[in-house]
């Protein structure tokens, strides 16, 4: 999953790894590296 790197986004990537581990797939988190 590629998210933003503003709270906002974090946050969206922390719950949706949750739910995701849950379910048994495993998540890849992809942050931009220039903004």
């Known amino acids: 999953m590629a998210i933003d790197r503003d709270p ?3 946050r969206a990537a922390e ?3 949750i739910r995701a581990s849950e379910a048994g797939i495993a ?5 931009p590296r220039l903004g």
């Open 27 to 31: 998540v890849r988190v992809l942050e």
């Open 8 to 10: 906002a986004g974090r």
């Open 15 to 17: 719950r949706l790894t």
